[in-house]
T-cell receptor, first 112, second 114 residues
Framework: QKEVEQNSGPLSVPEGAIASLNCTYS??????FFWYRQYSGKSPELIMF????GDKEDGRFTAQLNKASQYVSLLIRDSQPSDSATYLC????????????FGTGTRLKVLA | SAVISQKPSRDICQRGTSLTIQCQVD?????MFWYRQQPGQSLTLIAT?????????ESGFVIDKFPISRPNLTFSTLTVSNMSPEDSSIYLC???????????FGPGTRLTVT
């Protein structure tokens, strides 16, 4: 059973701080990794994807991938109250049927 | 990025009836998926919609209950058949495409079965 695991939270950080969200996955053959943000009552919104080991930065967001440790993380710098949402980690697997496997999500609260 | 629309956005249906949800993508996508999401829960994949052939269903989901069509690379439908209150949920379609094969979601269909 391929799995993606996240801490459900809530993760509370003060405004302006760095929020660190973590995700582990079980399928070593996974090639691509995604972070989605989901506000209550809305559909998931893609905010970052990463394919190679290392860091990838986009504005206030940095995705980090370590395939050897099967670990993906998302850092949000200068956190804002508007960043308060659930963050979903997803892994695209090509082992067997091609599909995305989602974690259960981490709820982030940024305190003003 | 792909823009995905779904119809209807919400519906209230009677037990035993069926509802067909439409999903339209503004560009061709290689793969389309249908998910279900209960309030406060993560996404559950129902099936992968395959163009021109039968959908690939996940464990616990069957074609008789959730028939899916995908006549071309930009459109798919999901039917929720013989509905019961347990089918009340948000149904999301998604498409995988773009330069980096990202997955984008439609706005969802909120279904309530009474």
């Amino acid at each position: 059973q391929k799995e993606v695991e996240q801490n459900s939270g809530p993760l509370s950080v003060p405004e302006g701080a760095i929020a660190s969200l973590n995700c582990t996955y079980s399928d070593r053959g996974s090639q691509s990794f995604f972070w989605y943000r989901q506000y209550s009552g809305k559909s998931p919104e893609l905010i970052m994807f990463i394919y190679s080991n290392g860091d990838k930065e986009d504005g206030r967001f940095t995705a980090q991938l370590n395939k050897a440790s099967q670990y993906v993380s998302l850092l949000i710098r200068d956190s804002q109250p508007s960043d308060s949402a659930t963050y979903l980690c997803a892994v695209f697997t090509t082992s067997g049927t091609y599909k995305y496997i989602f974690g259960t999500g981490t709820r982030l609260k940024v305190l003003a | 990025s792909a823009v995905i629309s779904q119809k209807p956005s919400r519906d209230i249906c009677q037990r035993g009836t069926s509802l067909t949800i439409q999903c339209q993508v503004d560009s061709q996508v290689t793969m389309m998926f249908w998910y279900r999401q209960q309030p406060g829960q993560s996404l559950t994949l129902i099936a992968t919609a395959n163009q021109g052939s039968e959908a690939t269903y996940e464990s616990g989901f069957v074609i008789d209950k959730f028939p899916i069509s995908r006549p071309n690379l930009t459109f798919s439908t999901l039917t929720v058949s013989n509905m019961s209150p347990e089918d009340s949920s948000i149904y999301l379609c998604s498409g995988r495409g773009g330069q980096n094969y990202e997955q984008y979601f439609g706005p969802g269909t909120r279904l309530t079965v009474t």
